[in-house]
């Protein structure tokens, strides 16, 4: 298999409830490379409830992490990101670059904006603010869908998520059955109808949303035989990799 790109990961040490310390995150690299990854985004928490990871703060602990990577000889590339809880003013912290894509690529690009939903509700205003987003290049990559207790029982504002643009997350531990029933089973759902890019393993440590997207890849095509899903998935991993190539 070829080497796979992780688009959504909280392995920057000590900044968020990932990583603990640079030790643990060594240790998540190791597991992302065994599992066949060699590319992925950090991407902290930003505008949660908990968590508000500074967009410098990101990119200095990307620099100063991959500088880790270096000496320990991990063959893993971390680029900066962010996962982006929605909030009113998430359009506005977008376009003054206080809300980081992924890559951290310049405002004259392309870009892929990581969003975060609350657990319960499915905002209204999310289509139109995905909308707006795209009319300025950036395209809102929605984070598990699967796991927000109104799209697993409403296709629909999933659907009027797509019309406008956006594209899907899921996460492997969905996938797997590790968030329970009702996520694995919408998880199903979305990747049956076509309807996700990314599967990404929001790894945070080495228990419940651990490294690595090898296992979930092999379930989505071997006991859901949705193998041209998960082709999908491994193709625009790799797709926003290339778009994100620059200089950080
Ligand atoms: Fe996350």
């Known amino acids: 298999m070829a080497t796979l790109v992780d688009i959504h990961t909280h ?80 359009i506005t912290h ?29 905002p209204k205003s999310l289509p139109d603010t995905i909308y707006k987003l795209n009319l300025r290049n950036i395209t809102s990559i929605i984070a ?37 029933t009702a996520c694995e089973r919408t998880a199903h759902r979305l990747l049956a109808a076509g309807k996700v890019h990314f599967v990404a393993s929001d790894a945070h440590d080495s228990t419940l949303r651990t490294p690595g997207l090898r296992s979930a890849l092999d379930h989505i095509r071997t006991a859901w035989k949705l193998t041209a899903a998960a082709d999908r998935c491994i193709a625009m991993a790799e797709h926003i990799w290339d778009e994100t190539t620059h200089d950080n």
């Open 11 to 90: 392995i920057l040490p000590a900044v968020d409830d990932g990583a603990a310390n640079t030790e643990i995150a060594l240790q998540m690299a190791n597991a992302f490379v065994a599992a066949g990854t060699s590319a992925l985004f950090a991407t902290p928490h930003g505008y949660s409830p908990v968590y508000h990871v500074h967009t410098d703060v990101i990119r200095t602990e990307t620099k100063r992490f991959n500088q880790a990577l270096k000496v320990a000889q991990i063959p893993l590339t971390v680029r900066p990101g962010m996962e982006i809880r929605y909030h009113a003013d998430v």
């Open 94 to 122: 977008l376009l003054a670059s206080d809300a980081l894509c992924l890559g951290a690529v310049a405002d004259d690009k392309i870009r892929y904006a990581l969003i975060e939903l609350p657990t319960r509700e499915w």
């Open 144 to 180: 598990h869908p699967e796991r927000n207790l109104a799209a697993q029982k409403n296709d629909r504002i999933v659907d009027a998520a797509l019309t406008e643009g956006a594209l899907l997350q899921v996460t492997a531990a969905s996938v797997m059955g590790n968030f329970g």
